[in-house]
């Protein structure tokens, strides 16, 4: 799938991104090129200690920021495959700072999808999250608009044969910023701040978001939002896999928070089809065969007014299961 390709990761410092680059090296070996593009030259320098060119000759870091387009055509020169990752994604840091999430989170879009059909790129993977479904929040509403553009995107190119997909998924276990590390770093002080008792999540690891990649740079025909059959979680759940001798502090949620997520609207059920592993949402007006790709995928209609929601899902993680996952794929330390 990725032999003799080169690869471009924005955003490739962090935790997806490095999760990325781990799987890419340990099982695409013939790769031609694996670049780094993130504007944190630190990040860079720290992850450059991880992966040195020595070891890893195939490896090359770009310095350059999604804001800036002329640094992104410069960058997507001879790459075969754009994975779009870099975002400002901290909700209550987008509700203050609107200005910078919107350049980052759309502006920064638009300019991938510039450079890429400026430079012969021939597939681009978005990434997106629960919170473009149905937005309250702005990181939701420019993450939704940033979806919109690459599906979009699809209907500019001409006879250009590239490819533009998306892949939305839910919270990712153990990602920088996420609830579990927190709430394992606040756990000596015997109190954990919980936004509010009813509050629910969807659960995926990082290597479930890494494998959702992939897929879509396999089967992608364009235009499609991916979504991962996944379980949810209660958050004092989360707390009391992590720490049940701590007592709870209920804080309230913050600005631009839902109680519950979703990844599909009923609204967006007369578009959405099962594929078994993966719900996927097409286009109200492919640019493809519908009857073939149903054909293809063996896909089938999910029913008028179907909703995916983290507080009414049919699959649940429980202390147990999260206290095993955390093990697994946070701390392995844990107990």
Excluded at 24 to 32: A, H, R
Excluded at 134 to 142: C, D, K, S, V, W
Excluded at 151 to 176: C, D, E, L, Q
Aim: hydrophobic share 40%; glycine share 8%.
């Amino acid at each position: 799938m990725l032999a003799n390709k080169t690869i471009l990761i924005t955003g490739g410092t962090g935790s997806l991104g490095k999760a990325l680059t781990s799987h890419i090296f340990e099982n695409y070996p013939s790769i031609k090129k694996l670049i780094i593009l993130s504007r944190d030259e630190q990040k860079q320098f720290q992850m450059a200690q991880e992966y040195p060119v020595s070891a890893y000759p195939k490896i090359r870091f770009f310095l350059g920021d999604v804001r800036d387009q002329e640094r992104l055509i410069r960058a997507f020169q001879g790459v075969d495959v754009v994975i779009h990752a870099a975002a400002m994604k901290h909700v209550h840091l987008a509700e203050y700072n609107p200005d910078e999430c919107i350049k980052t989170n759309i502006g920064g879009a638009q300019n991938v999808i510039h450079a890429a059909l400026q430079t012969g790129v021939s597939n681009v993977v978005a990434l997106s999250t629960d919170k473009a479904c149905a937005p309250i929040n702005l990181y939701g509403a420019t993450k939704l608009t940033s979806d919109k553009l690459f599906v979009a995107a699809n209907n500019i190119k001409g006879t250009n044969p590239i490819k533009f997909s998306v892949v939305r998924y839910g919270n990712v276990m153990g990602s920088n910023g996420s609830v579990i590390p927190f709430f394992i770093k606040k756990k000596p002080e015997g109190k954990l701040p919980i936004t509010d008792i009813s509050m629910t999540r969807f659960n995926i690891s990082l290597q479930g978001g890494v494998d959702m990649v992939m897929h879509a740079i396999e089967h992608a025909w364009g235009g499609e939002i991916f979504i991962p059959k996944i379980p949810s979680y209660n958050i004092t759940d989360v707390a009391q896999a992590i720490a049940p001798e701590c007592s709870l502090d209920i804080i309230g949620i913050r600005p631009g928070e839902k109680i519950h997520e979703e990844m599909i609207t009923s609204s967006d059920s007369y578009n959405t089809y099962d594929l078994g592993k993966y719900f996927i949402i097409l286009p109200s007006v492919p640019h493809f065969d519908l009857e073939l790709f149903i054909n293809s995928f063996k896909a089938t209609k999910v029913p008028e007014g179907f909703n995916y929601n983290s507080g009414t899902n049919s699959e649940w993680e429980t202390v147990s299961s999260l206290r095993d996952l955390i093990k697994e794929h946070v701390d392995s330390n844990f107990v």
